[in-house]
Protein backbone atom coordinates (compact mmCIF):
# COMPACT_ATOMS: atom_id res chain seq x y z
CA UNK A 1 0.00 0.00 0.00
CA UNK A 2 1.67 3.30 -0.67
CA UNK A 3 1.54 6.43 1.03
CA UNK A 4 -1.50 7.89 -0.65
CA UNK A 5 -3.58 4.74 -0.64
CA UNK A 6 -2.54 4.77 3.51
CA UNK A 7 -4.04 8.36 3.94
CA UNK A 8 -7.10 7.84 2.51
CA UNK A 9 -7.75 4.52 4.13
CA UNK A 10 -6.87 6.31 7.72
CA UNK A 11 -9.64 9.62 6.36
CA UNK A 12 -12.32 6.90 5.34
CA UNK A 13 -12.12 5.29 8.91
CA UNK A 14 -12.26 9.11 10.76
CA UNK A 15 -13.44 9.48 14.12
CA UNK A 16 -16.87 8.50 15.92
CA UNK A 17 -18.21 9.86 18.60
CA UNK A 18 -21.32 8.02 21.19
CA UNK A 19 -23.17 9.19 24.21
CA UNK A 20 -23.90 7.10 26.88
CA UNK A 21 -27.29 8.38 28.40
CA UNK A 22 -28.81 6.38 31.39
CA UNK A 23 -32.64 6.81 32.73
CA UNK A 24 -34.38 5.06 35.30
CA UNK A 25 -31.48 2.21 35.54
CA UNK A 26 -31.58 1.85 32.07
CA UNK A 27 -29.49 3.08 28.92
CA UNK A 28 -30.41 4.48 25.90
CA UNK A 29 -29.47 2.29 22.68
CA UNK A 30 -30.08 2.02 19.04
CA UNK A 31 -30.72 -1.01 17.21
CA UNK A 32 -29.44 -0.96 13.95
CA UNK A 33 -28.39 -3.41 10.98
CA UNK A 34 -25.11 -2.36 9.70
CA UNK A 35 -23.73 -5.83 8.10
CA UNK A 36 -27.22 -7.89 7.34
CA UNK A 37 -27.37 -8.36 10.92
CA UNK A 38 -29.87 -6.67 13.65
CA UNK A 39 -27.16 -5.48 16.88
CA UNK A 40 -27.33 -2.85 19.22
CA UNK A 41 -25.29 0.25 19.68
CA UNK A 42 -25.24 3.62 21.43
CA UNK A 43 -26.23 6.39 19.79
CA UNK A 44 -22.63 7.17 17.49
CA UNK A 45 -21.27 8.09 14.48
CA UNK A 46 -18.85 9.68 12.54
CA UNK A 47 -17.29 12.93 12.78
CA UNK A 48 -18.13 15.34 9.76
CA UNK A 49 -15.21 17.15 8.42
CA UNK A 50 -14.24 20.46 10.87
CA UNK A 51 -17.15 19.76 13.05
CA UNK A 52 -16.17 19.31 17.08
CA UNK A 53 -16.39 16.56 18.61
CA UNK A 54 -18.64 17.60 21.52
CA UNK A 55 -21.27 18.77 18.64
CA UNK A 56 -20.76 15.51 16.67
CA UNK A 57 -21.85 13.75 19.49
CA UNK A 58 -24.76 16.05 20.66
CA UNK A 59 -26.09 15.87 16.53
CA UNK A 60 -25.59 12.40 16.01
CA UNK A 61 -27.72 11.53 18.79
CA UNK A 62 -30.53 14.06 18.20
CA UNK A 63 -30.32 12.13 14.55
CA UNK A 64 -31.13 8.62 15.80
CA UNK A 65 -32.93 9.03 18.61
CA UNK A 66 -34.44 12.47 18.22
CA UNK A 67 -33.47 13.71 21.75
CA UNK A 68 -31.43 16.49 22.35
CA UNK A 69 -28.47 16.02 25.29
CA UNK A 70 -26.33 18.10 27.49
CA UNK A 71 -22.56 16.36 27.50
CA UNK A 72 -21.47 15.88 30.97
CA UNK A 73 -17.87 14.39 30.59
CA UNK A 74 -15.63 12.51 28.21
CA UNK A 75 -15.61 8.49 29.75
CA UNK A 76 -13.90 6.64 27.12
CA UNK A 77 -11.30 7.04 24.30
CA UNK A 78 -11.01 3.74 22.05
CA UNK A 79 -8.17 3.26 19.24
CA UNK A 80 -6.37 -0.38 18.98
CA UNK A 81 -4.31 0.23 15.79
CA UNK A 82 -4.49 2.17 12.80
CA UNK A 83 -6.65 2.25 10.16
CA UNK A 84 -9.51 1.53 13.12
CA UNK A 85 -11.85 4.38 14.18
CA UNK A 86 -11.06 6.44 16.84
CA UNK A 87 -13.71 6.21 19.63
CA UNK A 88 -14.72 9.17 21.87
CA UNK A 89 -17.62 8.59 24.30
CA UNK A 90 -19.34 11.09 26.46
CA UNK A 91 -21.68 10.55 29.23
CA UNK A 92 -24.54 12.90 28.30
CA UNK A 93 -28.29 13.79 29.73
CA UNK A 94 -31.36 14.52 28.14
CA UNK A 95 -32.71 17.81 27.54
CA UNK A 96 -35.66 18.08 25.53
CA UNK A 97 -36.66 16.35 22.56
CA UNK A 98 -39.28 12.91 21.62
CA UNK A 99 -37.97 9.97 21.19
CA UNK A 100 -37.80 8.49 17.26
CA UNK A 101 -35.35 6.51 15.19
CA UNK A 102 -33.73 7.70 12.33
CA UNK A 103 -35.56 7.03 9.27
CA UNK A 104 -33.14 4.19 6.54
CA UNK A 105 -30.55 4.47 9.35
CA UNK A 106 -32.08 3.08 12.71
CA UNK A 107 -34.66 0.09 13.26
CA UNK A 108 -35.73 1.34 17.00
CA UNK A 109 -34.80 3.06 19.50
CA UNK A 110 -34.63 1.19 23.06
CA UNK A 111 -33.75 1.73 26.66
CA UNK A 112 -32.18 -1.96 28.32
CA UNK A 113 -30.95 -2.70 32.06
CA UNK A 114 -27.13 -3.96 32.21
CA UNK A 115 -28.38 -7.15 32.57
CA UNK A 116 -29.94 -6.96 29.33
CA UNK A 117 -27.10 -5.22 28.00
CA UNK A 118 -24.91 -7.99 29.45
CA UNK A 119 -27.19 -10.82 27.50
CA UNK A 120 -26.89 -9.04 24.32
CA UNK A 121 -23.15 -9.14 24.94
CA UNK A 122 -23.19 -12.36 25.17
CA UNK A 123 -25.03 -13.36 22.39
CA UNK A 124 -23.41 -11.42 19.98
CA UNK A 125 -25.95 -8.93 19.61
CA UNK A 126 -23.68 -5.73 20.51
CA UNK A 127 -22.29 -3.65 17.85
CA UNK A 128 -18.65 -3.72 18.90
CA UNK A 129 -16.90 -4.60 22.17
CA UNK A 130 -16.18 -0.53 22.83
CA UNK A 131 -19.94 -0.10 23.19
CA UNK A 132 -20.64 -2.96 26.09
CA UNK A 133 -16.88 -1.59 27.44
CA UNK A 134 -17.94 1.74 27.97
CA UNK A 135 -21.41 0.95 29.33
CA UNK A 136 -19.78 -1.79 31.66
CA UNK A 137 -17.63 0.65 33.16
CA UNK A 138 -19.43 2.92 33.60
CA UNK A 139 -22.02 0.81 35.57
CA UNK A 140 -19.15 -0.63 37.57
CA UNK A 141 -18.23 3.03 38.89
CA UNK A 142 -14.81 2.57 36.46
CA UNK A 143 -13.62 5.76 34.75
CA UNK A 144 -9.98 5.66 33.81
CA UNK A 145 -9.22 2.88 35.89
CA UNK A 146 -10.69 3.73 38.58
CA UNK A 147 -13.79 2.54 40.86
CA UNK A 148 -15.65 4.85 43.12
CA UNK A 149 -16.21 3.88 46.68
CA UNK A 150 -20.09 4.04 47.53
CA UNK A 151 -19.34 5.44 50.91
CA UNK A 152 -15.84 7.14 50.06
CA UNK A 153 -15.92 8.77 46.91
CA UNK A 154 -12.31 9.71 47.68
CA UNK A 155 -11.22 6.11 47.34
CA UNK A 156 -9.98 5.15 43.85
CA UNK A 157 -8.02 2.16 44.69
CA UNK A 158 -10.38 -0.58 44.58
CA UNK A 159 -9.10 -2.77 41.00
CA UNK A 160 -9.77 -5.86 43.12
CA UNK A 161 -12.94 -8.03 43.07
CA UNK A 162 -13.98 -10.93 45.16
CA UNK A 163 -16.84 -13.42 43.81
CA UNK A 164 -18.48 -16.22 45.81
CA UNK A 165 -20.24 -18.78 44.17
CA UNK A 166 -22.18 -21.54 46.71
CA UNK A 167 -22.72 -25.29 45.39
CA UNK A 168 -25.64 -26.34 47.20
CA UNK A 169 -27.30 -30.24 46.96
CA UNK A 170 -30.45 -31.69 47.22
CA UNK A 171 -30.55 -35.25 48.94
CA UNK A 172 -30.47 -36.42 44.78
CA UNK A 173 -27.22 -34.97 44.75
CA UNK A 174 -28.79 -32.37 42.07
CA UNK A 175 -27.28 -29.06 42.31
CA UNK A 176 -28.92 -25.52 42.76
CA UNK A 177 -28.25 -23.39 39.70
CA UNK A 178 -29.84 -20.31 38.82
CA UNK A 179 -30.97 -17.33 35.87
CA UNK A 180 -29.62 -14.28 37.07
CA UNK A 181 -32.29 -11.27 35.65
CA UNK A 182 -32.20 -10.46 32.19
CA UNK A 183 -29.75 -13.59 31.14
CA UNK A 184 -30.33 -17.10 29.68
CA UNK A 185 -27.75 -18.93 31.16
CA UNK A 186 -27.58 -20.88 34.31
CA UNK A 187 -24.94 -20.16 36.71
CA UNK A 188 -24.16 -20.86 40.59
CA UNK A 189 -26.12 -18.65 42.86
CA UNK A 190 -23.41 -15.83 44.37
CA UNK A 191 -21.78 -12.91 43.06
CA UNK A 192 -19.34 -10.12 44.69
CA UNK A 193 -18.68 -9.08 48.12
CA UNK A 194 -19.35 -5.40 48.78
CA UNK A 195 -16.42 -3.47 50.26
CA UNK A 196 -17.40 -3.74 54.19
CA UNK A 197 -18.77 -7.07 54.20
CA UNK A 198 -17.56 -10.20 55.82
CA UNK A 199 -17.73 -13.20 53.56
CA UNK A 200 -20.32 -14.48 55.33
CA UNK A 201 -22.96 -11.75 55.13
CA UNK A 202 -21.79 -11.34 51.65
CA UNK A 203 -22.82 -14.76 50.88
CA UNK A 204 -26.51 -14.72 52.47
CA UNK A 205 -26.84 -11.63 50.87
CA UNK A 206 -26.29 -12.73 47.50
CA UNK A 207 -28.09 -16.60 48.20
CA UNK A 208 -31.04 -14.29 49.70
CA UNK A 209 -31.04 -11.94 46.54
CA UNK A 210 -30.68 -14.86 44.05
CA UNK A 211 -32.47 -17.36 45.42
CA UNK A 212 -34.49 -16.38 48.38
CA UNK A 213 -32.38 -18.10 51.29
CA UNK A 214 -34.63 -18.12 54.68
CA UNK A 215 -32.50 -19.63 57.71
CA UNK A 216 -29.61 -20.81 58.73
CA UNK A 217 -26.53 -22.42 56.82
CA UNK A 218 -23.05 -23.59 57.08
CA UNK A 219 -20.65 -23.57 54.46
CA UNK A 220 -16.77 -24.28 54.26
CA UNK A 221 -14.35 -23.79 51.16
CA UNK A 222 -13.82 -25.89 48.55
CA UNK A 223 -12.03 -24.02 45.93
CA UNK A 224 -9.94 -20.61 45.74
CA UNK A 225 -8.74 -19.47 42.12
CA UNK A 226 -6.04 -17.06 41.47
CA UNK A 227 -7.12 -14.25 40.30
CA UNK A 228 -7.80 -13.30 36.43
CA UNK A 229 -7.91 -9.99 34.83
CA UNK A 230 -12.02 -9.52 34.08
CA UNK A 231 -11.32 -7.40 30.51
CA UNK A 232 -14.74 -5.56 30.53
CA UNK A 233 -14.98 -4.25 33.75
CA UNK A 234 -10.75 -3.48 34.17
CA UNK A 235 -10.29 -4.75 37.35
CA UNK A 236 -9.01 -8.45 38.97
CA UNK A 237 -11.18 -11.18 40.11
CA UNK A 238 -10.59 -13.90 42.70
CA UNK A 239 -13.24 -16.44 43.24
CA UNK A 240 -13.91 -18.65 46.43
CA UNK A 241 -16.30 -21.29 45.81
CA UNK A 242 -18.19 -22.79 48.54
CA UNK A 243 -20.29 -26.01 49.64
CA UNK A 244 -23.30 -24.59 50.95
CA UNK A 245 -25.63 -26.39 53.58
CA UNK A 246 -29.13 -24.86 54.36
CA UNK A 247 -31.12 -25.71 56.98
CA UNK A 248 -34.18 -24.95 54.75
CA UNK A 249 -33.63 -26.62 51.12
CA UNK A 250 -36.74 -24.19 49.60
CA UNK A 251 -36.02 -22.09 47.23
CA UNK A 252 -37.70 -19.44 44.95
CA UNK A 253 -36.47 -16.63 42.59
CA UNK A 254 -34.87 -13.32 44.29
CA UNK A 255 -35.44 -10.12 43.00
CA UNK A 256 -31.85 -10.56 40.84
CA UNK A 257 -33.04 -14.02 39.76
CA UNK A 258 -35.37 -15.27 36.82
CA UNK A 259 -35.54 -19.06 37.09
CA UNK A 260 -34.27 -21.03 40.04
CA UNK A 261 -34.02 -25.08 39.90
CA UNK A 262 -32.13 -27.85 41.21
CA UNK A 263 -30.54 -29.74 38.25
CA UNK A 264 -28.44 -32.49 38.00
CA UNK A 265 -24.32 -31.38 37.46
CA UNK A 266 -23.11 -33.72 34.88
CA UNK A 267 -26.22 -32.18 32.61
CA UNK A 268 -23.61 -29.08 32.14
CA UNK A 269 -20.27 -31.16 31.85
CA UNK A 270 -20.36 -30.61 27.96
CA UNK A 271 -22.25 -26.73 27.86
CA UNK A 272 -20.93 -24.70 25.03
CA UNK A 273 -20.85 -21.90 27.39
CA UNK A 274 -17.89 -21.64 30.05
CA UNK A 275 -20.19 -20.20 32.50
CA UNK A 276 -22.15 -23.87 32.94
CA UNK A 277 -19.59 -26.02 32.51
CA UNK A 278 -18.09 -24.38 35.41
CA UNK A 279 -21.15 -25.97 37.58
CA UNK A 280 -20.34 -29.30 36.64
CA UNK A 281 -16.49 -28.67 37.32
CA UNK A 282 -17.51 -26.57 40.81
CA UNK A 283 -19.76 -29.73 41.50
CA UNK A 284 -17.22 -32.08 41.17
CA UNK A 285 -15.11 -30.36 43.71
CA UNK A 286 -17.88 -30.22 45.79
CA UNK A 287 -18.41 -33.80 46.12
CA UNK A 288 -14.93 -34.81 46.39
CA UNK A 289 -14.45 -32.53 49.11
CA UNK A 290 -17.56 -33.65 51.14
CA UNK A 291 -17.80 -37.50 50.17
CA UNK A 292 -21.51 -37.18 48.86
Known amino acids: MNQSDWEALIQKAGVVVGCLVKRDDKYLLVKENPNGKDVY ?17 IRETKEETGYDVRLIEQIALYHETAPQ ?14 EHAQEGEIIEV ?16 MRAPWVF ?7 NKIIDGDISHINNPKRKDYLFRVSLKAVIFNKDNQVLVVKETGR ?14 SVEIALARELREEVSLVGEFEHEVILVEDPRYINPHN ?18 SGEDGDEVMFIDPISFKDSKLVTERKIYEYSQFAIKRSNL
Open 133 to 139: DAISRYE
Open 85 to 98: SVKHVYLAEITGGE
Open 41 to 57: NLPAGHVDKDEQLEVAA
Open 235 to 252: LYQMRITFIVKPSVLEFV
Open 184 to 197: DWWDLPGGGMDHGE
Open 110 to 125: VWKSFNEISTLEHNGE
